[in-house]
């Protein structure tokens, strides 16, 4: 079945450099993707999104990058911090009725050194 | 605090308890959803309401699981005779109306079967 998944299950990144999370989807009818942030014992927190009409799309410290070509989505973090540390999420949302059904990744786990 | 609220956070009960969980959406976000995530797993879509109307359940819903909405505020979620496999986190999240929008998440509520 079609699917949304993460290349890297966790990412060990120093404090100060940058951070890169890819995602790669298979639905050609997702129409719109959003990136998130799960702290432990928290929900997920809404970071960025970006529709299927956009190949880039900029944010605090954040860029969100989408190739509907090979269908890939990445994050990227500038200067990341050790509150970056955290489980991040895609997901993405179908072109069709069914607004909001978001497929989710299982996520990467960011890892943040001194 | 204006975000997504839900309780209890946590609920621990014994296999075959019926359980039910509540959610207060953004006050202004016509849509509200459910999600159900697993330890090392992004949110699984359970449902989602549109004002007060149900418009969409995933086949994760069984008979057991029933959502309401009754005045297009906040949500319950009830499971009725639990089993072990109910043990998950459940994810409440709203949004405007309008296509696909950003989802708002709460910190969930925590459901452990003994």
């Known amino acids: 079945g079609e699917s949304v998944g993460l290349h890297l299950p966790t990412l060990s990144v120093q404090e100060g450099d940058n951070s890169i999370i890819n995602c790669a989807y298979s639905?050609?009818?997702?129409?719109?993707f959003i990136w998130y942030k799960q702290e432990s014992g928290k929900g997920p927190q809404f970071i960025i999104d970006?529709?299927?009409?956009?190949d880039k799309r900029q944010g605090q410290r954040v860029t969100v990058l989408l190739n509907k070509t090979v269908k890939h989505l990445s994050l990227q973090i500038a200067a990341t911090q050790p509150g970056d540390s955290a489980v991040y999420f895609c997901?993405?949302?179908?072109?069709?009725?069914?607004?909001?059904?978001?497929?989710f990744g299982a996520g990467t786990q960011v890892v943040v050194t001194p | 605090d204006t975000g997504v609220s839900q309780n209890p956070r946590h609920k621990i009960t014994k296999r075959g308890q019926n359980v039910t969980f509540r959610c207060d959406p953004i006050?202004?976000?016509?849509?509200l959803y459910w999600y159900r995530q697993t330890l090392g797993q992004g949110p699984e879509f359970l449902t989602y309401?549109?004002?007060?109307?149900?418009?969409?359940k995933s086949r994760l819903l069984s008979d057991r699981f029933s959502a309401e909405r009754p005045k297009g505020s906040f949500s319950t979620l009830e499971i009725q005779r639990t089993e072990q496999g109910d043990s998950a986190m459940y994810l409440c999240?709203?949004?405007?109306?309008?296509?696909?929008?950003?989802?708002?998440f709460g910190d969930g509520t925590r459901l452990s079967i003994l």
């Open positions: 999240a709203s949004s405007p109306s309008g296509g696909n929008q950003p989802q708002h």
């Open positions: 639905n050609s009818a997702s129409d719109y």
């Open positions: 970006i529709r299927s009409n956009m």
């Open positions: 997901a993405e949302g179908p072109k069709t009725d069914s607004w909001g059904k978001f497929q």
């Open positions: 006050s202004e976000h016509n849509r």
């Open positions: 309401f549109q004002n007060e109307a149900q418009l969409e």
